[in-house]
């Protein structure tokens, strides 16, 4: 397929927010004709955009593997279709742009955790390039139907999953701002999805985490602010991620120990415990 061309290179990775250090590369993918790699996740990416369909399958075949330079590629170039489709909802450009900025962001922080150009979580942007997620001021909300249930929230109800994307802290202002924002948002460009919740799976709402933090902490506050369900489940790997940005196990105690937060999650680990995924919603804010 043929994306929309209406944007230069260049504007389209300021919009996207790509670093310095990462445009380079982002260029030279974005010269020539899409191989067919590329071709199939331009295929799959366009058939998603606005889809209720959110499977995520491994894409390629033997003959023509998929790689995640693939992936990149496929997104710089679907990016103007992405941002044309949002300005057919009204949705306005400060948010359109703040959204797909989160690609930006990810390939930024892959620089960070493995010293090279990449984005190893290409997977979580087809929230981004489907339309279905949307940064709010500080947080993202991905318009969605849960597939646990939820207390109150009705089976097919749309409902509206909360993330945090790092960029500044978590103060009551920002994530109170950014809440009073989602509930109108939605209700003006998917008002054939209707949405009275939010929900959030983190590890920031891992019970331990509000339990070993000052309460008056940002990250204890914002848990408070969510009604547990479910049960916790075990992912060991993601405070560490989040906290440090590295995808090993190993060499744990060779991480600094400087702020609370570092401390709590090593102390954990120190002490044989696992880190675990928190459940909880919340009513939105009419
Ligand atoms: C979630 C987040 C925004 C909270 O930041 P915050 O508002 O500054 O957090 P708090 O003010 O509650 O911090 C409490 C303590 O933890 C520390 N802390 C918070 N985030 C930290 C981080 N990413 N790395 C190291 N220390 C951190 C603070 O310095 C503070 O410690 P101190 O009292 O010794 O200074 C931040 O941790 C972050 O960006 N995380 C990555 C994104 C993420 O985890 N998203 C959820 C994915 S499911």
Known sequence: MTPR???????????????????????SLLEGQAAPAVEIVLAHLTARLGSADDSNPELGTPEIPVTEMDWISAMLRFAPEVLAWHADRGIPADISHATVADLGRNMAINRRVHNRF??????????????????????QYLIHQPSAEIPGVGAGEWILGVHIPEGGGLGADAVNG????????????????????ANCE??????????HLDSASNIAQFAALFTPYGTPRDEPTDAVYFTFRTRSMEHLSELPRTTALQQVVLNRIDA???WQLGFGFLRLPR
């Open 118 to 139: 990449g984005m190893d979580t290409y997977k979580w942007l087809n929230h981004v390039f489907s339309g279905r997620i949307y940064q709010l001021g500080r947080l």
């Open 202 to 211: 983190s590890w920031l709402l891992d019970p331990y985490l509000s339990e």
């Open 5 to 27: 061309t209406a944007l230069s290179p260049e504007l389209t990775l300021d919009i996207l927010g790509i670093a310095p250090e990462d445009r380079t590369d982002c260029l």
């Open 272 to 274: 044989g415990g696992a």
């Open 178 to 197: 950014s809440l009073a924002l989602a509930t109108g948002f939605f209700a003006e460009h998917f008002p054939e999805k209707p949405v009275r919740t």
